[in-house]
T-cell receptor, first 112, second 111 residues
Framework: QKEVEQDPGPLSVPEGAIVSLNCTYS??????FMWYRQYSRKGPELLMY????GNKEDGRFTAQVDKSSKYISLFIRDSQPSDSATYLC????????????FGKGTKLTVNP | EAGVTQSPTHLIKTRGQQATLRCSPI?????VYWYQQALGLGLQFLLW???????NRGNFPPRFSGRQFPNYSSELNVNALELEDSALYLC??????????FGSGTRLTVV
């Protein structure tokens, strides 16, 4: 079983739709959870970072973590064509490895 | 504030050759991480350097190596290149556990 599983998509939605991106993880030692956005031919860009279970909101983006079910989500409200990118979830344990473990990414296309 | 810079942007090498990739972290960041992003495999952790020392390495053969210089910049070396080494190599830096900042990467093509 991979440490972080993410549906690769691709996902195609109309402009203005609510987008839900999801990952599951297997290692309960993971303490930090991140979402990155990667445009074509660019490096990943940090969108959201959270430590605890619950929701964290930043503009149109909401990150949700459920540690009991090992499930992490990213919601995008009022999606825009500029949101078209690959979204990567990532997790991290503290102390020792400092290694980000990534999902494979979900490719999102928002159609105008 | 300048971000993480990587050079070169693109690199084409022949199988069996050596490749050297360079990374300059954000000013003040002491940790540098290297990741490989190969098609269909996602981002795979390669190496972590902090304060000039290698702190951790991923599941890659010893021909992948690197170092960190006193100014915290870093170099990734790949010896005896194989076709499957073709990938985007990403460098990231961080100061605290608050998410890493990635550079735009070096696209290595082995022919």
């Amino acid at each position: 079983q991979k440490e972080v599983e993410q549906d690769p998509g691709p996902l195609s939605v109309p402009e203005g739709a609510i987008v839900s991106l999801n990952c599951t993880y297997s290692n309960s030692a993971f303490q930090y959870f991140m979402w990155y956005r990667q445009y074509s031919r660019k490096g990943p860009e940090l969108l959201m970072y959270t430590y605890s279970s619950g929701n964290k909101e930043d503009g149109r983006f909401t990150a949700q973590v459920d540690k009991s079910s090992k499930y992490i989500s990213l919601f995008i409200r009022d999606s825009q064509p500029s949101d078209s990118a690959t979204y990567l979830c990532a997790t991290l344990t503290q102390g020792g490895s400092e290694k980000l473990v990534f999902g494979k990414g979900t490719k999102l296309t928002v159609n105008p | 504030e300048a971000g993480v810079t990587q050079s070169p942007t693109h690199l084409i090498k022949t199988r069996g050759q050596q490749a050297t990739l360079r990374c300059s972290p954000i000013s003040g960041h002491t940790s540098v991480y290297w990741y490989q992003q190969a098609l269909g495999l996602g981002l795979q952790f390669l190496l972590w350097y902090d304060e000039g020392e290698e702190r951790n390495r991923g599941n890659f053969p010893p021909r992948f190596s690197g170092r960190q210089f006193p100014n915290y910049s870093s170099e990734l070396n790949v010896n005896a290149l194989e076709l499957e080494d073709s990938a985007l190599y990403l460098c990231a830096s961080s100061l605290y556990i608050s998410g890493y900042t990635f550079g735009s990467g070096t696209r290595l093509t082995v022919v």
